[in-house]
């Protein structure tokens, strides 16, 4: 036989040295690399550690030692008794009105009307759990029916003139936050108002009757089971479905959506409604499930903490429930933290505040990978890749 070697065993890669294996040829994994395709995730991150260091100085200013005080939120939070049923009431709401903001980002929306659905959702909630109260759970569910319907007409507003008119978004939802509180202000101190709220002089509706109320059941609370299901259908929708492939493509690109047939305008409104229904749910749950009535300060911060929520999950359906799980350990633990060391509950604002800022500065990221970036990016990309 010729030993001559084949084209194949020409062509065919030298065998590895003695005592290495196949699996050592692979280049060692660069932490660099790893960070810069979670740049979200680290963003995140610091943010919170920023916040965190922040907040502790303040604490430590007022001479309180910060690990008592964060040990104190954590603990008011979840392990003192009821302290984690009222941590997941309170989570719920934020899961919605995150949502609330996340459905619109997805198509390049910036939806802070939030509180003004939430509100409007909690006052049509209420009134009608109140008046079909009787019915029991009919009348809770038409009280969370109610309440998405009046949620989505606030958010159907601001989508149409949007849609067809080009009126920004930010501005129409701005001026619709107070719309919304003025008409239930004036629902509160007139038609709806309650009989002892005129001798009392605090504006709030009738008291819902119990069997028609949204509780909780082996302490968790049902509202916070329905906005952990409608956090995975609205994830399965933007995945899985025709209608999420829309509407992400819109927010990618308008033209290539109008191009490829999609209407552009029926998205724009649809995510606005859907938006819009999701924290007027939140309001009613609110009204259904923890007053058991209508308030003027039912939301307090909800729905502008729903923005906090949806930058931390980065417009992830699913990560807003870890985003709103904090956002709701930080509220419920406040009260108890200003009663043991004597903060002030604002710290809690300060926290959110600081990480909401972190979050949504393009910069901090740019900064973190800065001069790393492009050498890596340079490193990866060439003519043989």
Same mark, same amino acid.
Not at 38 to 62: E, P
Not at 195 to 200: G, L, N, Y
């Given at each position: 036989?010729?030993?001559?070697?084949?084209?194949?065993?020409?062509?065919?890669?030298?065998?590895?040295?003695?005592?290495?294996?196949?699996?050592?040829?692979?280049?060692?994994?660069?932490?660099?690399?790893? +960070?810069?395709?979670?740049?979200?995730?680290?963003?995140?991150?610091?943010?919170?550690?920023?916040?965190? +260091?922040? @907040?502790?100085?303040?604490?430590?200013?007022?001479?309180?030692?910060?690990?008592?005080?964060?040990?104190t939120l954590i603990r008011e939070a979840i392990l003192v008794e009821g302290g984690l049923t009222r941590t997941l009431q309170k989570t719920a709401p934020l899961v919605l009105t995150g949502l609330a903001v996340v459905i619109p980002l997805r198509v390049g929306l910036f939806n802070i009307g939030g509180q003004g659905q939430l509100i409007f959702g909690a006052m049509f909630g209420a009134w009608a759990a109140y008046a079909l109260g009787g019915l029991g759970f009919v009348g809770a569910l038409a009280g969370m029916v109610a309440g998405i319907a009046a949620g989505a007409f606030i958010g159907w507003i601001a989508g149409v003139?949007?849609?067809?008119?080009?009126?920004?978004?930010?501005?129409?939802?701005?001026?619709?936050?107070?719309?919304?509180?003025? %008409?239930?202000?004036?629902?509160?101190? @007139?038609?709806?108002?309650?009989?002892?709220?005129?001798?009392?002089?605090?504006?709030?509706?009738?008291?819902?009757?119990?069997?028609?109320?949204? @509780?909780? %059941?082996?302490?968790?609370?049902? @509202?916070?089971?329905?906005?952990?299901?409608?956090?995975?259908?609205?994830?399965?929708?933007?995945?899985?479905?025709?209608?999420?492939?829309?509407?992400?493509?819109?927010?990618?690109?308008?033209?290539?959506?109008?191009?490829?047939?999609?209407?552009?305008?029926?998205?724009?409104?649809?995510?606005?409604?859907?938006?819009?229904?999701?924290?007027?749910?939140?309001?009613?749950?609110?009204?259904?499930?923890?007053?058991?009535?209508?308030?003027?300060?039912?939301?307090?911060?909800?729905?502008?903490?729903?923005?906090?929520?949806?930058?931390?999950?980065?417009?992830?359906?699913?990560?807003?429930?870890?985003?709103?799980?904090?956002?709701?350990?930080?509220?419920?633990?406040?009260?108890?933290?200003?009663?043991?060391?004597?903060?002030?509950?604002?710290?809690?604002?300060? +926290?959110?505040?600081?990480?909401? +800022?972190?979050?949504?500065?393009?910069?901090?990221?740019?900064?973190?990978?800065?001069?790393?970036?492009?050498?890596?990016?340079?490193?990866?990309?060439?003519?043989?890749?």
């Amino acid at each position: 036989m010729s030993e001559t070697p084949t084209v194949a065993e020409q062509a065919a890669a030298p065998p590895p040295p003695e005592g290495s294996s196949s699996g050592d040829q692979r280049p060692p994994r660069q932490p660099l690399a790893y +960070l810069l395709t979670h740049q979200s995730g680290v963003v995140i991150v610091v943010a919170l550690v920023i916040a965190l +260091l922040v @907040g502790a100085v303040l604490i430590r200013y007022q001479g309180v030692n910060p690990w008592y005080a964060y040990e104190t939120l954590i603990r008011e939070a979840i392990l003192v008794e009821g302290g984690l049923t009222r941590t997941l009431q309170k989570t719920a709401p934020l899961v919605l009105t995150g949502l609330a903001v996340v459905i619109p980002l997805r198509v390049g929306l910036f939806n802070i009307g939030g509180q003004g659905q939430l509100i409007f959702g909690a006052m049509f909630g209420a009134w009608a759990a109140y008046a079909l109260g009787g019915l029991g759970f009919v009348g809770a569910l038409a009280g969370m029916v109610a309440g998405i319907a009046a949620g989505a007409f606030i958010g159907w507003i601001a989508g149409v003139l949007k849609a067809t008119r080009g009126v920004h978004e930010v501005i129409t939802t701005i001026m619709l936050n107070y719309i919304a509180a003025g %008409v239930t202000w004036w629902l509160v101190t @007139g038609p709806l108002q309650a009989e002892s709220s005129k001798t009392s002089g605090i504006p709030q509706t009738e008291l819902i009757a119990e069997e028609a109320r949204v @509780g909780a %059941v082996a302490g968790i609370p049902i @509202g916070f089971v329905i906005a952990v299901a409608l956090a995975i259908a609205c994830w399965w929708m933007l995945s899985k479905t025709t209608l999420g492939f829309r509407l992400n493509t819109v927010g990618a690109n308008k033209h290539a959506a109008g191009y490829a047939g999609i209407s552009i305008k029926r998205i724009i409104a649809l995510s606005m409604v859907l938006g819009g229904g999701l924290a007027g749910l939140a309001g009613a749950l609110e009204a259904g499930g923890t007053l058991h009535r209508f308030e003027p300060a039912i939301g307090g911060t909800l729905g502008f903490d729903g923005i906090t929520i949806a930058l931390l999950a980065r417009a992830n359906p699913l990560a807003t429930l870890p985003a709103a799980f904090l956002v709701g350990v930080l509220r419920t633990g406040a009260p108890g933290l200003q009663f043991a060391t004597g903060i002030a509950p604002e710290i809690v604002d300060l +926290l959110l505040a600081i990480i909401l +800022l972190m979050v949504s500065i393009p910069v901090l990221g740019k900064w973190i990978f800065r001069s790393r970036a492009d050498k890596v990016t340079a490193a990866s990309t060439s003519w043989g890749n």
